[in-house]
């Protein structure tokens, strides 16, 4: 049933406003804690990125950094580009100039893994607009330094799957700890369980976490 859901919104942006709102509110009918923090923070905004190359280069550049970070040597690595995030563009940029505007060797050597595998045809991000979102996984996943977090990133916002729950996520399970009252952040594993309950709208409940999160961000030592 999970598969076949996903294949259904494949075709479409399963992650808009009004959809966020109703399965929030439906969600938060039967989840107490969900209820309160919808009331306290509101619904989270929606999210949405153009599929492609570069939002797949965006999401390799976003690696273990923050929002901000990300987008300013996202920035930075475009703008060496005259013709915007293109594998041609990326392809062609000089190494020295790529490191400078904020890219690891490794994020430089899997940007050029991914921009030679779409040139050559080899990967058709494309394509992965029909896929279910196992197949679509699989896919990125089998991309040089494309791991689930990725994917799952990818899934979420642009493609809009509406069950994807990225438990390991760091703002997903600092949110989920504050949405539950935990003392501690949960684990990934105990993070994966605790949000088996809100399939199959998980993806809404994710960017809730970053929502919270987002309002209230975490303070030094947290």
Known sequence: MKSKQSFKNASGFGLGASHLRWSLDHLAGGDADLADHVQQWGYPPERRSPGGFAALLRIVIGQQLSVKAAATIAARVEALMPDGLTPAGF????????RAAGLSG??????RGLARA????????AALAVMPDDKVTAEITALKGFGIWSARMYLMFSLGRPDIWPADDLGVR?????????????SIKEAEAMGAGWAPYRSSVALFCWHILNNAPLKAGD
């Open 174 to 186: 600092e949110g989920l700890r504050r949405l539950r009252r935990l003392e501690a952040r949960p």
């Open 118 to 125: 779409v040139y050559d045809g080899a990967f058709d991000p």
């Open 91 to 98: 392809l062609n940029a000089d190494e020295a100039s790529l």
């Open 106 to 111: 490794a994020k430089v050597i899997y940007g």
